[in-house]
């Protein structure tokens, strides 16, 4: 479709067929204050200019930083065959196709992303993706409401505060009644947490690893859940996966993650990957798209979309969800990176994530004035308590060459003298030495 | 195959008194319309419906249709064993295929419904 331009006759008569004069009486309603103030825009400029004038300000950005930072999103290779592979022409869209069944290679790795979810999960159905990790399990509690038409559901204080803010701002207008449990560091109070759940319950969201990095068994709480006929939802990290228990194997009806760790660059704050996966019989309420294998009349092997009678685009406003598109390329790095590892190379990943968090754990141990949050077991991710505000520690590190952790006091009061570190298979004995070196001389001067 | 003992809907919906209850299923013409039903999305028991309340749902081959409630009530039974088999509905569409059952409803509303004879004529005037 080429784009037209309207000319000046058209847009009298668009003014004229809604009785207007012109158009900034046509835009009178906007008010004054919220108008921009001038629409004149600066004169063009070469591209040779335009390029230096991004350049200068990407320089003002601090990069090359070793990072620890961590808070959901992490800091791991990415072999150079993920770029090479989805760079290819053929494969180089965002999109599930328009004419899907004509793009039987695109189906067929998004098929294939969907069956290392499912393996990595231990769950029985993934869909083609979500957004993020966050919108993700906003999708799931929404699933959960549908199904279970009750409209209380119970957050586990370890789920990350990121995904609980984008839960209750998007459930702003749906009257849910949410309860939170209370968790610092540590793994879900089984007390409190129980006490909330009852048979007006539509679901209980934990997370696991925790935003703390505590890992923990959620089965207990799935199986209170089902006494209650609640569905019990976890957000998980999926590098994680690889050597925890498995959501599928606690129980878990619903499973969510931000899929950012499987390859695709932090580049910022996104574009990344949530990926979804449920019980067989919760697919029909599923949102997102579904890529199935089937055989055609000749009985050979194909791809299509298939559960479509969920989607928008035939249930108009009652579809599952009103998420229309996913991350089709991320997905896709995600299918790459994870082929390209299988499942020895990915246990490597996370054994190694984990060993190098202990051994991060040992040298700040040994750091007068810093404590250690040490119990319950973490994962690549633990917190630290300084002898001084986080967010200024973090950024004296700055200056050091470190990004050093997340600031905890951002998202919880009380806690500004703690830090979230993370440690990825990235780091090197070397680099964990020299951070825990800049990071005492920062915390002792 | 239009029964007698039922009342009919313009959507194509049958409706039975058995006693207290009013079971309500689709028609053998809407399912032979429909083709292969794939899935039935059946209603919470205790739920009230209006007369014309899209109150379930099949998912056919070729297209997904709300069932809509001939009369007003209140969902006594759903039929659950179509959950795994809602092949039933072209098999035996006035039979084992029921798709649900309503208690406490409005019997005046059913004197608006057509008799088989009436929707007979009904799907001979649509052809």
Known sequence: MTYIANTDEQRKEMLKRCGVSSVEKFFAVIPASLQPKSFSIPQGRSELEVHSFFKKLANQNYYNLISFLGGGYYDHFIPSAVDAIVERSEFYTAYTPYQPELSQGTLQAMYEYQTHICRLTDMEVANASLYDGGTALYEAFQMAIALTGRRK????????????????????????????????????DRERLFNLIDDSTA????????????????????????????????????????????????????????????????????????????????????????????VDTKNKEGFVLTL????????????????????ALCALRAHVYLSLLGTDGLREVAQLCLDKAEYAKERLKAIPGIEVIDSPPTFNEFSVRLPMDAGECVGQMIEKGFAAGFPLGRYYSGMEDFLLVAVTEKRTKYEIGQFAEALEDVVCR | MIPDNCKYTETHEWIKIEGTLAAVGVTDHAQDALGDITFVELPRPGTIVKKGQACALVESVKAVSDIYAPISGEIAEINRSLEDAPEKINEDPHGNGWILKLKDFDEHELSGLMEAEAYKEFLESEE
């Open chain 1, 153 to 188: 559901v119970v957050v586990d204080g370890g789920v990350s505060p990121i995904y609980r803010k984008m839960i209750y701002s998007y459930a702003t207008n749906l009257s849910v009644d949410f309860r939170e449990t209370v968790v610092i560091h540590g793994q879900t």
């Open chain 1, 308 to 327: 479509q009678a969920r989607e928008q685009h035939i249930r108009r406003e009652k579809a599952t969800s009103n998420i229309c598109t996913n991350q």
């Open chain 1, 203 to 294: 679901a209980v969201i934990t997370q696991n690893p925790n935003f703390f990095g505590a890992i923990d068994d959620h089965s207990d709480i799935v199986q209170r859940c089902h006494d209650n006929g609640a569905l019990a939802l976890q957000s998980v990290n999926p590098i994680a996966c690889a050597i925890l228990k498995t959501p599928g194997d606690m129980g878990f009806d619903i499973v969510t993650g931000e899929g950012q760790p499987l390859g695709i660059p932090l580049s910022f704050g996104g574009p990344y990957l949530g990926f979804m996966a449920v019980r067989k019989k919760l697919v029909r309420k599923m949102p997102g798209r579904i890529v199935g294998r089937t």
